[in-house]
């Protein structure tokens, strides 16, 4: 039930509602019915065999509850106060990342691999009126994924938010799907309006994941991205898992 009032709610333009209901019953229905869409609300949906879905350039392998997402690094050396945003998000310049996907996309891609939206967090409210909704929702395992002198690296997301002396709390961050919100009218997705895909401060509830408590172990500022990561503008993956905490 949860999940269709979701969907419904998130279904608010003719192309994408009819996608994100078959998102729900049949991945492949879903590839059909985008194709039969023009709207350019409507994200690009294929089918990859085996359970394996494309949703934009995000690629989802619903057996196993993960998706991937690819993007490069943003701002190192900066206050931060975003995991990530969409390119050309309003927050781009305190976020980590810079991810090629919508808010549409990522919540899209979360949604086929189960993930729903906590019934006690409203699904709609004024976007001009963000306000604080809390950090409600189901679990969710965040990495980063590159490639380093032909070798693949990974790390938890919170190591790569945090610098050497705070890294050793990095386990013991948790992130939660919960899903934006819309318009009364469904016809907007805070996320898509405001850019926000990622957060870990509380006073910004428009993105699609968030961590559950405020990650800053200090004042502003504190947070500026781990030396782990390679140099701005590399090439990164965001790695997303459903129903795990981060290890």
Same mark, same amino acid.
């Given at each position: ?14 192309? !994408? ?81 810079? !991810? ?148």
């Amino acid at each position: 039930m949860q999940r269709r009032s979701l969907l419904a709610a998130l279904g608010g333009s003719t192309a !994408l509602g009819p996608l994100m209901a078959s998102a729900q019953t049949s991945a492949q229905t879903a590839a059909q019915t985008s194709a039969q869409t023009s709207a350019p609300s409507a994200p690009q949906f294929k089918a990859l065999g085996g359970e394996r879905y494309q949703v934009g350039r995000i690629v989802v392998d619903k057996s196993a509850q993960r998706f991937t997402v690819p993007g490069r690094v943003h701002t190192l050396g900066k206050p931060l106060e975003y995991l990530a945003t969409s390119p050309g998000g309003r927050k781009a310049y305190e976020s980590l990342l810079e !991810l090629d996907a919508s808010g549409t996309e990522l919540n899209l891609a979360c949604i086929l691999i189960g993930l729903e939206r906590d019934p006690s967090v409203p699904s709609w409210k004024p976007l001009g009126q963000a306000g604080q909704v809390g950090q409600v929702g189901q679990r969710v395992a965040l990495s980063l994924a590159w490639t380093d002198s032909g070798q693949r690296r990974q790390v938890i997301a919170a190591e790569a938010l945090l610098d050497a002396e705070a890294r050793s709390r990095a386990a013991a961050v948790e992130w939660v799907y919960t899903g934006s919100f819309t318009s009364k009218d469904g016809s907007q997705l805070a996320a898509d309006v405001t850019g926000t895909l990622i957060s870990f401060v509380k006073k910004d509830p428009t993105g699609i994941i968030e961590a559950v408590s405020d990650i800053s172990l200090g004042p502003y500022g504190s947070v500026r991205g781990s030396s782990l990561l390679p140099p701005e503008a590399s090439a990164i993956e965001l790695i997303v898992e459903a129903g795990k905490a981060s290890k």
